[in-house]
């Protein structure tokens, strides 16, 4: 844990990185209303990158867009050099991208593991009549995938709940669970909306190792949205700022700290 | 709370000897419901109804598919059992005397047909099912069951409202039964695995389910066409056990049915399909049979039917506060459950007294047990709704360690 | 209209331009029913997102209520003379029907659908289809249903019987004299045959087809056929009963005065505010409870108009399972109007109703009740929105 902001700076001067992920001019309205607004920035591998801005800026859509949910009006979504924009959600998780959801969308009456098993079952080899007939090939893919979700579950630290029913989870155990779930999809790409929402300040702090982890250890690329400053500007490298669906600011924390842009965003959205 | 689990795979002999075990028992069983003929051979109306409840099974288990675990609610499901039933039993007129093959042969041959033209109908039915949800989706299966049933009206080539009568008629008991055994097999296999989890995320919540990469289109289009393939295979050997089909025997009501069964076994549990459906079919079935045993109908008298109405609206009131509002060890809400059925029972028969005092309706000479059938299955899906909307089995299975915990904690209360 | 009916058996498209004005008037009268059902299923889903499954058989106790009250004043299938019905009958009729609709409503509402406001959408729906089931069978336990009853016609008070004929194009003068003409000979081919057969004491079918006598009036009555057909074909005209016409007006005064109320009355405003967003609204203090117990008892209500005027003015029989259809249709109606809009579900039940009596015209009678469900499909796959509604994304 001591080297992590040796690895920090180590990965913002990194300037032989590639790119990730890339917006180009990435806009969405829904009728009159414009939520994202010609939104342009690029992650390279292996980023911990921040996407801020107050309350309905468009932090969200810009993730339902990158993941399929929605299907930008105009723009392009470059992943890995290839235009994912408009790709169905799943086609989209089966590249590599997956997300966590703000609101907890759980597969509620599941259990935890099932949950997780749900998210790797995306690499699966064997196909359905093999189930249907309950033949070795789909048991033993069964017990493997299960085997890797508990050691999913084991770095997420919900191995003891293993069993429970995802819906009765308490709210930062759920949170978690959201993002082991996405993690066994085997993505490159990870991103996270609001993982710290509702969490206590210790919970905060696991969640940052967490995250960092998820990263150097799993050689994940992490794209995470989050309205706790302190959370963001300590665990991120870069950030981007979006108001109203544009974006205001981008760069280091401490460039985005000190942006009168943003300060004025987010004062604006105080004193209304 | 829960210990984390060690998973392990499944030793060979452990896998296989039990593979083999479930399909001499499933054998013996289908030999059973066979030679159960000889024996019942003076009752055959008990016998008829042992077999025909295996199409039931089928029916409820395979909607149970789509339903249950699935999540789409399709409330159409007399739909693919009328396609298989038609197409199967058209065939046999048709062709059967041309043909060089056995009967039972034969009849396995048109119950693949039934099924295949059924799934290609929910094929069909479930391309909507891409874009509609929940209760559009329930009306749209509805209304293709209506229009599938005019049409087959409107065909004199099958009859029309008449009916196609199926010669030769094929009986075979044992072959119902497999058919059910293979629905629910197919249906457990499927959750055992992997591969039943789409399945299952899909109907807890299609956003996450297609963000994890799972293609919701293919996961519906495949729970309508495995399910509606099952209920077009008991068709097939409903039209040949009966020998003649009318479009009335598919009416939207047999769809009430076995979606009423769906619901109270509780939804996605396989279990819960199996004994709701055994339950609900037999238990109407043989209140009619006693009718024709002792030449006499089992009647309910007005008093009756109306002390039984305040009576069950008295246990629901009752039955939720204990619910509701009670807070203790489940054992003890289990106690004040029970005494609020005593309870109810009780004014069951209070009710009946005091109506029964009421002049005129004591006159009444009350109904046949048999026309209350479809009220009573209509009160059954309230009550269930109202108390316990997850069904019956809710979403258990059942299990032999469910079982054997059952007796384990048993002993341990008796010592 | 029976010729249509019995062409339709033939399952042969039959396109008369002759009978087209009376089919689209059909159309409306019907679709004015299929509307009125239609406003109560849209207000609930406006409000519940609740198809209220059981509207269909709110409906039909509405007409039950109907049928009850004219056997109380008298007008039962077996009365013998009886003087014709009063306006103030009418009235009592209705008033019963739309207050018996309206406590039904609201006695569901309360006992089945309130308690499943907390569950799941789909347990609350098959509570809804529970409901209907029961009142459906229960009422096969208790309401006259063998043989099915109908209103009486001499309910209808004197100056309501008969019906306003319209000759949009009259039958050519020569044609009506050919075919009296053609009438007269047929008359009396018929009579030469039945005298010789008396004589003869001889059956009809014992003789030969080419038997002179009966040649002659095949002949004869072919002509008689062929002459009103070419009479039928060549003239249009359009009969509206007068009391189906009492029924379009008092449909139409209903849905403004449930305009009014939606517009411009407090409680309205509620109901409005509730359907935007069920839950805000009870944030602002608003009682939805009240709010859902209203609209239930208004949408009933209408059903029970309705329901009293579709036994009354269109003499459909009555059974338990005389609400399924109508119904199912004014569901149809209200989605594809575009569910939740007032406006729309008007417009959607006259849409229903013309396509119906289209379909009926075309030839194809007997797939008159499937072409609801067809209608339903199509819209749902193509405009899930409904006509005048906007179909919402679900948020992410
Ligand atoms: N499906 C949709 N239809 C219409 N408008 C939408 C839709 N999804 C989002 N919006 C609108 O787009 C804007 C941006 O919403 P978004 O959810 O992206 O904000 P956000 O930055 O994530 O805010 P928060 O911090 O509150 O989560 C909001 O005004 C929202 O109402
Ligand atoms: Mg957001």
Redesign the pocket.
Known sequence: MANTAEQETQATLDESATPILELADATIK??G?T?VDSVSFTLNKGDLFGLI?P????????FNIITGV?KPTSGDILFNGRNIAGLKPEKVAQLGICRTF?NIRLFGSLSVLENVVVGGFLRKKTGLFSALALLPPAVNETTELRKKAMDLLEVMDLADVAQSRAADLPYGKQRRLEIARAMATGPDLILLD?PAAGMNPQEKEALATTVRRIRDDFDKTVLL?E?DMRFVMNLCERIVV?DH?VEISAGTPDIVRNDPKVIEAYLGEESE | MNPAVEIQKPSLLKFWGSRVISAIAAIAFCAGIQSLGGPLADNEFLYRIIVLSGLYVTLAVSLNLINGITGQFSIGHAAFYQVGAYTAGYLTVRMFSTQQIGEVPWLILMCLVGAAAAAITGLIVGLPSLRLKGDYLAIVTLGFGEIIRIIAINIDEVGGAYGLSIVPKIQSPWLIWALAILCIAVCRNLLKTAHGLPFLAVREDEVASSAMGVSTTKIKVTAFVIGSSFAGAAGALLAHYEAFITPDMFKMEVSFIVLTMVVIGGTGSITGSTVAALALFLLPEWLRGLKEANGDALVVSAPQLLGATLAIIAYIALARRVRDHYHGKPIQKAGFQFGVAAASLVLFFLFKAVFAQIGGLAGHEGWEINSLRMAIFAAVLIVIMLLRPQGVFGHHEFSWAWLKSLFVKKKQEAS | MIDLVTSGALAGLSLDPSTLPQQLVNGLLIGAIYALIALGYTMVYGVLRLINFAHGEVFMLGAYAALFVSYGFGYTADAGDIAGGTWTLLAIMLLVSMISCAIVGAVIEFFAYRPMRNQTRIAALITAIGVSLLIQYGGQLFLPAQPPPSISEKVLPADIRGSYDFNLISPDPQLESDLAAAKTAADAADSELEKMLTDTGQREFDLEPEHPLRAAKFETIGEVRSLSAEIENSSVSVTVPRGQAVMFGTVVLLMTLLWWLVMHTRTGRAMRAASHDFDSASLMGINVNRVVTITFIIGSALAGAGAMMNATFLRTPLTPFFGFMPGVKAFVAAVLGGIGNIPGAVLGGFVMGLAETLVVWAGYGQYKDAVAFVILIVILLFRPGGLLGSSK?E?V
Do not use: S
């Open positions: 829904f009728g209303l939520a801005g309350n309905g800026a468009g932090k969200t859509t810009v929605y703000q609001e949205i309205h979006l669906g | 994304v948020k």
